[in-house]
């Protein structure tokens, strides 16, 4: 059985995993109306990521005998700049998320609530990957600097996620 104060933390996770699939979604959304159908095709996958975690907690928090609460989620922008101000705005995203994770492991130990501590650790690897991967795109955008060949071979590139 979850504490509440894990139940609450689960709950609002879920809503932040959500907010993320519609930040991705907005995203995508910017790319592709800038004709980058790569970089919209990587957003969406993301997206879909977002929405399997979130699904991944919810199942957890009723698995646990918890209540699942739902909240609403805040419009995204619309706008996002350029390529690589996109991605610069994806690691900061994926860096606010480990750190949401992080604080719930916290909790999670506080509690002395064991089974959430293994489940959690499957996030926490996967925030390494997910930090590690924008920062790759991004490294791969500073090599590319303004050729705009370079940066349609990495659309194409992205496309293929």
Known sequence: MLSKKMEDAFNDQ?????????LYLAMAAH????????????????????????????????ERGG???LKAIEA????????????????????????????????????KDYASQIFLQWFISEQVEEEASASEIIERMKLAGDKGSALVWLDK????R
Not at 34 to 59: C, P, S, T, Y
Not at 157 to 160: A, C, I, S
Request: hydrophobic share 45%; charged share 25%.
């Open 14 to 22: 879920i809503n932040a995993e959500m907010a993320s699939a519609y």
């Open 31 to 62: 790319c592709e109306d800038n004709n980058l159908k790569g970089f919209g095709h990587w957003l969406r996958a993301q997206n879909n990521e977002e929405v399997g975690h979130a699904m991944k907690i919810f199942d957890y928090v009723l």
């Open 67 to 69: 209540k699942v609460a």
């Open 76 to 111: 995204p922008a619309a706008e996002f700049g350029s390529p690589a101000e996109v991605f610069a705005k994806v690691l900061a995203h994926e860096q606010h998320v480990t750190a949401r994770i992080t604080s719930l492991y916290e909790l999670a130990v506080a509690e």
């Open 157 to 160: 590139e992205l496309g293929k």
